[in-house]
């Protein structure tokens, strides 16, 4: 999967832009607020219809416009296809080849990314909150229909939700409407929960051979949490009827896949409590270059690699380690404010796109 060519309209502070010509590995150079990370952000969005940086995606729109458009050339093994997003006071409309998009699971993931950047490095810090974000976004990728098992549970859970708040106004208990919904939580808890499982065991095929390579001798997991560790639909209804009172009290669903996360363990500890803030970033990295083994070994595909800002991080040492572990197979979209940080090796092979030049 190749990106060639990405039109900017009224898109953060370009107003009307054209990159073009990108090759398979590209460094995008300039000062800091010039626009590198807006490319990136142009570019996860063409992915996943949705912005790293921002929930509230009018605030992407260019402070003179009342609208932003984006329009993404790339091909994969057959013809040219182009992706275009648009959001303005109706909303966000995708389309494909110029044909519009009804849902936007339909638009999403025609082609994969895989982002590093300094705020993703914080994973292991997070809020479980956001960590369950990241692997659903991933999981995602990989299997469209995971989109839909996840909205239907989270409908189920916002029901729930809403029914017991209601109970607790007015103690009018319908019990046989919570054994349904129920039911139907652990129905489609169960698929959610094994499609993490199987994802964070693929990514433990890989992590640790990563890690050693920043850090000799050390080891590195992933433990996964979950309240459907049981993964049995009888014992899951059964426990689910145990906590009812205390739902009930409380007036929310207290058990359940929305509650899942994950930790890091590293060398037996958890490293959220344990490791230094820079092994906690060596261990994202690793996370992050197993994920693009997965993408390629388990599912054939070649995700497109953001980095964004990333080398200013790290000493030259681990960056250099990044750069031969990079695999040439993936399109790769690099941004630096300075040359300086990236291997020579690199730039030589690399498209440079320098902004400060532009302006
Ligand atoms: N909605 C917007 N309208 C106009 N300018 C914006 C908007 N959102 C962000 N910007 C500006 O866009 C610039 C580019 O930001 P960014 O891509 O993060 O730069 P870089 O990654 O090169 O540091 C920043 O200077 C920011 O102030
Ligand atoms: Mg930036």
Do not use: C, W
């Not at 039911?183 to 095929?205: A, D, F, M, Q, S």
């Not at 750069?323 to 092979?349: A, G, R, V």
């Amino acid at each position: 999967m190749n990106i060639t060519k990405i039109e900017l309209l009224n898109f953060r502070n370009y107003n009307k832009k054209i990159f073009d010509n990108f090759s398979n590995l590209n460094i995008i150079i300039g000062k800091n607020g010039i626009g590198k990370t807006s490319i990136i952000e142009a570019i996860y969005l063409g992915s996943l219809a949705k912005s790293f940086k921002t929930n509230n995606e009018y605030s992407i729109i260019n402070n003179n416009s009342d609208f932003f458009k984006i329009k993404i050339y790339y091909f994969d093994y057959g013809p040219k296809k182009n992706l275009e997003i648009l959001l303005d006071k109706n909303g966000k409309k995708t389309k494909i080849n110029s044909k519009i998009q009804k849902r936007l699971s339909d638009f999403i993931s025609q082609y994969r990314i895989i982002l590093l950047s300094p705020d993703e490095l914080k994973l292991v810090k997070s809020s479980p909150n956001t960590r369950r974000n990241y692997l659903n976004i991933q999981i995602s990728q990989l299997h469209r229909e995971y989109i839909y098992y996840l909205n239907n549970y989270n409908n189920l859970i916002k029901n729930k939700n809403d029914y017991l708040k209601k109970l607790m106004l007015n103690s009018n208990l319908d019990s046989r409407y919570l054994d349904i919904i129920d039911e139907k939580i652990v129905e489609e808890g169960i698929k959610i929960y094994n499609y993490r499982k199987k994802y964070i065991e693929l990514i433990n095929k890989y992590i640790n051979i990563f890690f050693n390579k920043f850090s000799e001798k050390s080891t590195l997991f992933i433990k996964y949490i979950s309240d459907f560790e049981i993964n049995d639909i009888n014992k899951l209804t059964k426990e689910l009827k145990k906590i009812r009172n205390k739902e009930i009290n409380v007036g929310m669903t207290s058990f359940g896949v929305h509650r899942d996360d994950y930790e890091f363990i590293h060398n037996g500890n958890n490293s959220k409590e344990f490791s230094s803030q820079g092994i906690q970033k060596l261990i994202i990295l690793s996370m992050k270059l197993s994920e693009v083994e997965i993408f390629k070994n388990e599912y054939n595909i070649s995700p497109i690699l953001l980095l964004d800002d990333l080398f200013s991080e790290l000493d030259e040492k681990n960056r250099n380690k990044i750069f031969k572990s990079l695999n040439k197979n993936n399109q790769i979209f690099i941004t630096t404010t300075d040359l300086k940080n990236i291997n020579k090796k690199l730039i030589e092979k690399a498209k440079i796109f320098n902004l400060d030049e532009r302006v």
